[in-house]
């Protein structure tokens, strides 16, 4: 059996009747099988957009090289006595329970919110009655915040290969399609996501893991440098680890842990709105034209850098995707996107935010406490302009412009409803003028760009704190304790997230060998 790596250009609908037909004229060969091994888009020319594709074949005609033989992540069991309990349900916490499960520890998940059917239907009613639900919602329940925001599969991380091939693979055998092992930006679509954590789930329960909804963590307690239990509304429970995956939300648990001596920092972050074209805006900027066929919708990213080495940049890109109300607690106000798996809506959206120093901003030295209250304050402010969950809202051209038009569009995928109001004004000024700089840059490189509107608080894009860890990703001080990701301060999505888990089950192991 011989193998080579093909290397093709095809049009965006092309066939695998066609790909295979070109196969097998361009290396001469009648029988063979092939699989895909990356897939990217070049629309850089906009009247020949095509998928680039890295093809390996395999054929008893071929003499050519081996292919390549990709490692994969040693998880080595034995029969272990130990504990472990895991706070949150995420993509950080699911894939450290999961991997610990796989080795051979009794690991139990600990999560606040509800299972996802459940979640959904409060969900759907919030969307419909404005009635909060504190503990399923956007941010809280099964699967985490990662459930309902589109599910994209990319991440800038470096260093984390083995983990990313992991966890790609398990999505994929919870049902995710297969091409999310070779796309260049992959994605799960929000609709698909409710049935894979549910099928994760089962493959956690299966291997013996317990997993308890609606259980929220309170309080622990620490003794010599370790933590005798969790506290949690349904009592106390113990372990011999303990594992935090509490999520960027979840302010009130990061509260608690700094109540208790866990060690943080502050860093920069990213603030800002969520912006919204039409679908068809987006495409004709990027392909020339309204659809192309054999691709679902166009996307962009886009990053500016403005002279005093501030950064304004485009964020969690949802073609054609949903703006939804991403509030974590009751009486705040923050939006978020989401997008089913086909992409199909009438609206693309993404988050355009600006970079923080949260100590430039307020002038001091400040505190990791400070800068959750201060981040809660805005998130408190955007609920109080509107008194409800309506988005403060206007056009892109209206923020660039420093003032409010009287032709205001308020046609939105938002399911609460818009406010026309000059939300430049109730960002801090430093943030403000640093997105209307970058509003500006960008609306230079996308045609209509400023045709689009801009709304609500995008606060959730990256942590203002970072908890300090050890060379194990311990808790400082503390030998039993694991903060792990997005609440962490050290990733940010849901790749970087879970691998931020894997590798923190790996130290466990790796400890307990």
């Not at 888009?41 to 292919?67: C, F, H, I, M, Y």
């Not at 989401?338 to 992409?343: A, K, N, V």
Request: with cysteine; aromatic share 10%; hydrophobic share 35%.
């Amino acid at each position: 059996m011989g193998f080579k790596y093909f290397h093709i250009k095809l049009s965006s609908d092309y066939s695998e009747k066609e790909l295979e037909r070109l196969i097998a004229r361009k290396l001469r060969i009648r029988k063979f099988d092939y699989q895909i091994e990356t897939k990217s888009l070049d629309a850089r020319n906009k009247n020949n957009v095509q998928w680039q594709l890295k093809v390996l074949v395999t054929s008893d005609e071929l003499k050519g090289e081996s292919p390549e033989i990709k490692p994969s992540l040693s998880i080595p069991y034995k029969e272990r006595n130990k504990k472990i309990i895991v706070v949150g349900s995420g993509p950080a916490g699911f894939f450290a329970a999961y991997v610990l499960q796989m080795a051979g520890f009794q690991v139990k998940i600990l999560e606040r919110g509800s299972e996802v059917n459940k979640r959904a239907r409060e969900i759907h009613k919030f969307e419909t009655t404005a009635q909060f639900f504190p503990n399923s919602n956007y941010a809280f329940g099964e699967g985490g915040a990662g459930t309902f925001s589109d599910g994209k599969l990319t991440s800038r991380s470096k260093h984390i290969s083995l983990e990313k091939n992991f966890i790609l693979s398990s999505y994929v055998k919870a049902g995710a399609p297969d091409e999310i092992m070779y796309l260049a930006h992959p994605h799960l679509g929000s609709d698909n996501l409710k049935r894979i954590v549910q099928v994760l789930r089962k493959m956690f329960t299966d291997l013996g893991g317990e997993i308890m909804f609606e259980t929220c963590f309170t309080d622990l307690k620490l003794k010599n440098r370790s933590v005798e239990n969790f506290v949690t509304e349904k009592g106390e429970m113990e372990a011999d680890y303990y594992i935090l995956a509490n999520g960027h939300s979840a302010l009130d648990t990061s509260r608690i842990l700094m109540e208790r001596g866990v060690s943080f920092r502050t860093k920069k972050f990213a603030v800002g709105s969520r912006m919204e074209h039409l679908q068809e805006t987006i495409n004709i900027a990027q392909w020339g034209k309204a659809q192309l066929p054999g691709v679902k919708a166009a996307e962009y990213r886009l990053t500016s850098k403005l002279d005093n080495d501030q950064s304004v940049y485009t964020f969690c890109m949802c073609p054609g995707g949903i703006i939804v109300p991403s509030a974590a607690f009751a009486n705040t106000n923050t939006v978020n996107g989401m997008s089913l798996y086909q992409r199909n809506n009438h609206f693309a959206n993404a988050a355009c935010v600006a970079s923080v120093d949260i100590n430039e901003i307020l002038g001091k030295e400040v505190s990791p406490l400070e800068a959750l209250d201060w981040l809660e304050d805005l998130e408190k402010k955007f609920y109080e302009i509107t008194s409800d969950y309506k988005a403060p809202a206007c056009s892109i051209k209206d923020f660039i412009n420093g003032e409010l038009s009287i032709d205001f569009n308020k046609e939105s995928s938002y399911p609460l409803g818009l406010e026309q109001m000059p939300i430049w004004e109730f960002l801090p000024p430093q943030i403000s003028d640093a997105m209307r700089k970058g509003l500006k840059d960008f609306s230079t490189r996308l045609k209509d760009f400023d045709t689009g509107n801009i709304m609500g608080l995008e606060s959730k894009t990256s942590s203002p704190i970072q908890v300090i860890r050890d060379e194990h990703r311990r808790a400082e001080g503390i030998d039993n304790l694991f903060v792990i990701g997005e609440g962490s301060g050290y990733s940010g999505g849901i790749i970087s997230s879970a691998a931020d888990g894997v590798k923190a089950a790996l130290s466990i192991i790796q400890l307990n060998s």
